[in-house]
């Protein structure tokens, strides 16, 4: 165990995804003693490990990026509307080098553990090379989906072709051409990958559990016109995008659904499927979300899209999901991803029918036959939200185990800090605001709060700070209200932390995993927490002075 001089760092910061750059770049101005801990070889978090062909935003690419830097936001041109992985991991990198921050990373350092050391006041990091690093702040910007999960089944090992998760695409090109393919799953991912690689491999067949509701992306290029345009208009855009609830330039149809005639009610939709981007779901009727009549009007006219988009009825139907209105799921964007199922090389196997039973050496075995494979993507999702900190050995107070704290969800106050486990923060945690919104923009609000709270704290002396209990029952009760009204409590997805392949999370407990109150309530509320001098945290000196006298004229390491 290390000396009590004092702890190597101020802040360690967990992570170097989007949320983890601009938490770096936030340390790093105000001079604070701080590194970054990344698992990876390089900088990306979700944008490093997803390289399946077709992985792009369906935000727009320019409510994606950071709103920071005017400068940033001057040099850098979108390419396309919804910018593919590629473009994306060379835009985070070239923010990492435009602010200088990659001296701050350390990369292939996985953090298995985090203990905090009441005794010091400060927390221990046991990293996968051998290193302890102490620190006296962990900000864990791990990612809300960077723990992907595979199937339990029998003889995955032994498939003698090549197998792959979706988030560990190899990042050489994979040959494709003639190959007999296998994609299981129908989410997000699945239908991104589908309808990217459908007319470039011998014969693709899908095996789909569950249909998704899906509707179309609607890509196209940016000129240096139109990112011009865009540029003109970044201070509108970030103001519409903060007062959205979804953090997006869409903003809900505020008319009453029964209030407009039906046949008004379809103009709207045939108009907002030909748009691009999250209109058809964001643009909507609000009661979409709420109202059980209408989700199902509106799902039967997606429903008829599907049939008008898939030549034959049997597989049409297929696609078309029962157990669940529109929108109650994350909504995956596609591009002739229903086409994709009018190709002669492709097809679907329903397993809802006839299940997997296991991998084979050469193929999948269902109940009703043997299917042939040189490759079997997995693009079966992620242990959503609560997987990452799963994966760390993280003990609080009296060595609480956060793990065993949330095994049946999570408990936090403002989805930033947790009862328990003083010290640390999490600007895009679970039932923040982050997970349920344009993810970068509940990032930049997170990282803002968490960073003027630390700052707060180093102006007035203060080196503890944890969140009561009553506040984080208070918060997790609000979360949980927030759930009753939506229609998405009722589906079983990853917002509600359903995954078959996660011992415990099969049966849809319900999870109260994500704010759903919109991004402006949740900004008004933690704004309100730190208007009122941090009300709910209690903070004190702690046993001992904070690192140096003045934490943030302290030189950056690392
Ligand atoms: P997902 O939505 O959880 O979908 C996983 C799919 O795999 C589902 O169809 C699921 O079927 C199936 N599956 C899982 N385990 C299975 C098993 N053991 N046997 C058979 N099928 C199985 O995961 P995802 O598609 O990776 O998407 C997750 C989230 O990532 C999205 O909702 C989105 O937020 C994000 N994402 C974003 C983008 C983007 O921004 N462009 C792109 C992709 C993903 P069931 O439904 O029956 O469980």
Same mark, same amino acid.
């Given at each position: 165990?290390?000396?009590?001089?004092?702890?190597?760092?101020?802040?360690?910061?967990?992570?170097?995804?989007?949320?983890?750059?601009?938490?770096?770049?936030?340390?790093?101005?105000?001079?604070?003693?701080?590194?970054?801990?990344?698992?990876?070889?390089?900088?990306?978090?979700?944008?490093?490990?997803?390289?399946?062909?077709?992985?792009?935003?369906?935000?727009?690419?320019?409510?994606?990026?950071?709103?920071?830097?005017?400068?940033?936001?001057?040099?850098?041109?979108?390419?396309?509307?919804?910018?593919?992985?590629?473009?994306?991991?060379?835009?985070?990198?070239?923010?990492?080098?435009?602010?200088?921050?990659?001296?701050?990373?350390?990369?292939?350092?996985?953090?298995?553990?985090?203990?905090?050391?009441?005794?010091?006041?400060?927390?221990?990091?046991?990293?996968?090379?051998?290193?302890?690093?102490?620190?006296?702040?962990?900000?864990?910007?791990?990612?809300?989906?960077?723990?992907?999960?595979?199937?339990?089944?029998?003889?995955?090992?032994?498939?003698?072709?090549?197998?792959?998760?979706?988030?560990?695409?190899?990042?050489?090109?994979?040959?494709?051409?003639?190959?007999?393919?296998?994609?299981?799953?129908?989410?997000?991912?699945?239908?991104?990958?589908?309808?990217?690689?459908?007319?470039?491999?011998?014969?693709?067949?899908?095996?789909?559990?569950?249909?998704?509701?899906?509707?179309?992306?609607?890509?196209?290029?940016?000129?240096?016109?139109?990112?011009?345009?865009?540029?003109?208009?970044?201070?509108?855009?970030?103001?519409?995008?903060?007062?959205?609830?979804?953090?997006?330039?869409?903003?809900?149809?505020?008319?009453?659904?029964?209030?407009?005639?039906?046949?008004?009610?379809?103009?709207?939709?045939?108009?907002?499927?030909?748009?691009?981007?999250?209109?058809?779901?964001?643009?909507?009727?609000?009661?979409?979300?709420?109202?059980?009549?209408?989700?199902?009007?509106?799902?039967?006219?997606?429903?008829? &899209?599907?049939?008008?988009?898939?030549?034959?009825?049997? +597989? /049409?139907?297929?696609?078309?999901?029962? @157990?669940? *209105? %529109?929108?109650?799921?994350?909504?995956?964007?596609?591009?002739?991803?229903?086409?994709?199922?009018?190709?002669?090389?492709?097809?679907?196997?329903?397993?809802?029918?006839?299940?997997?039973?296991?991998?084979?050496?050469?193929?999948?075995?269902?109940?009703?036959?043997?299917?042939?494979?040189?490759?079997?993507?997995?693009?079966?999702?992620?242990?959503?939200?609560?997987?990452?900190?799963?994966?760390?050995?993280?003990?609080?107070?009296?060595?609480?185990?956060?793990?065993?704290?949330?095994?049946?969800?999570?408990?936090?106050?403002?989805?930033?800090?947790?009862?328990?486990?003083?010290?640390?923060?999490?600007?895009?945690?679970?039932?923040?605001?982050?997970?349920?919104?344009?993810?970068? &923009?509940?990032?930049?609000?997170?990282?803002?709060?968490? +960073? /003027?709270?630390?700052?707060?704290?180093? @102006?007035? *002396? %203060?080196?503890?700070?944890?969140?009561?209990?009553?506040?984080?029952?208070?918060?997790?009760?609000?979360?949980?209200?927030?759930?009753?009204?939506?229609?998405?409590?009722?589906?079983?997805?990853?917002?509600?932390?359903?995954?078959?392949?996660?011992?415990?999370?099969?049966?849809?407990?319900?999870?109260?995993?994500?704010?759903?109150?919109?991004?402006?309530?949740?900004?008004?509320?933690?704004?309100?927490?730190?208007?009122?001098?941090?009300?709910?945290?209690?903070?004190?000196?702690?046993?001992?002075?904070?690192?140096?006298?003045?934490?943030?004229?302290?030189?950056?390491?690392?």
């Amino acid at each position: 165990m290390k000396s009590t001089s004092g702890p190597d760092y101020e802040v360690i910061v967990i992570g170097a995804g989007v949320g983890g750059i601009y938490q770096i770049k936030r340390l790093s101005e105000l001079g604070v003693r701080a590194t970054v801990l990344e698992s990876a070889p390089d900088l990306g978090g979700t944008w490093y490990w997803n390289r399946y062909p077709g992985a792009r935003f369906d935000s727009e690419s320019y409510t994606y990026g950071y709103s920071f830097s005017k400068e940033l936001l001057s040099e850098w041109h979108w390419k396309e509307r919804f910018s593919g992985q590629p473009e994306n991991l060379r835009y985070l990198n070239y923010v990492a080098d435009k602010f200088d921050l990659r001296k701050h990373m350390q990369f292939n350092c996985r953090v298995d553990e985090a203990h905090y050391d009441e005794l010091e006041n400060f927390w221990r990091l046991r990293i996968s090379d051998g290193r302890e690093l102490t620190c006296r702040f962990v900000i864990m910007t791990l990612g809300l989906l960077s723990s992907p999960t595979l199937p339990r089944l029998e003889g995955m090992s032994s498939f003698r072709g090549r197998s792959f998760h979706t988030y560990y695409w190899p990042h050489e090109p994979v040959e494709l051409a003639g190959k007999k393919v296998a994609v299981i799953g129908t989410g997000a991912t699945a239908i991104q990958v589908i309808a990217e690689i459908a007319d470039k491999v011998g014969e693709l067949t899908v095996f789909q559990r569950r249909p998704n509701w899906a509707a179309p992306l609607n890509n196209s290029a940016i000129s240096d016109a139109e990112m011009a345009e865009i540029r003109a208009r970044y201070d509108d855009i970030f103001a519409t995008c903060a007062r959205t609830p979804g953090g997006f330039e869409h903003e809900p149809d505020r008319r009453g659904f029964w209030e407009v005639p039906r046949e008004e009610r379809v103009a709207l939709w045939d108009k907002l499927y030909d748009e691009p981007g999250f209109g058809i779901w964001l643009r909507n009727f609000r009661e979409i979300f709420t109202d059980e009549k209408a989700n199902a009007e509106f799902s039967e006219y997606i429903a008829n &899209r599907i049939r008008q988009r898939v030549k034959d009825p049997v +597989t /049409a139907e297929k696609l078309i999901p029962r @157990d669940h *209105g %529109f929108g109650v799921q994350r909504v995956p964007l596609e591009t002739r991803y229903y086409e994709a199922f009018n190709r002669d090389n492709v097809r679907l196997v329903d397993i809802s029918e006839t299940p997997l039973v296991r991998v084979t050496e050469t193929g999948l075995q269902t109940t009703a036959g043997h299917h042939e494979f040189d490759i079997i993507v997995y693009a079966t999702g992620f242990d959503a939200i609560t997987g990452a900190f799963d994966h760390i050995d993280i003990r609080g107070v009296g060595g609480e185990s956060l793990r065993e704290k949330w095994k049946d969800g999570p408990s936090t106050f403002l989805g930033m800090m947790v009862h328990g486990f003083p010290n640390l923060l999490m600007p895009a945690g679970p039932q923040s605001g982050s997970a349920s919104t344009n993810y970068p &923009r509940g990032i930049e609000t997170g990282v803002n709060w968490c +960073t /003027a709270f630390l700052e707060y704290m180093w @102006d007035r *002396g %203060f080196t503890r700070a944890e969140a009561t209990a009553e506040a984080e029952e208070r918060w997790t009760a609000h979360v949980v209200q927030m759930y009753s009204m939506m229609l998405m409590r009722k589906a079983k997805s990853w917002f509600t932390g359903y995954n078959s392949n996660v011992p415990g999370h099969e049966h849809g407990r319900v999870r109260y995993f994500v704010y759903n109150g919109g991004a402006p309530k949740y900004v008004s509320r933690i704004n309100d927490v730190a208007a009122k001098g941090y009300e709910g945290i209690s903070l004190s000196t702690g046993q001992t002075p904070p690192v140096g006298s003045a934490p943030r004229m302290h030189s950056l390491a690392g």
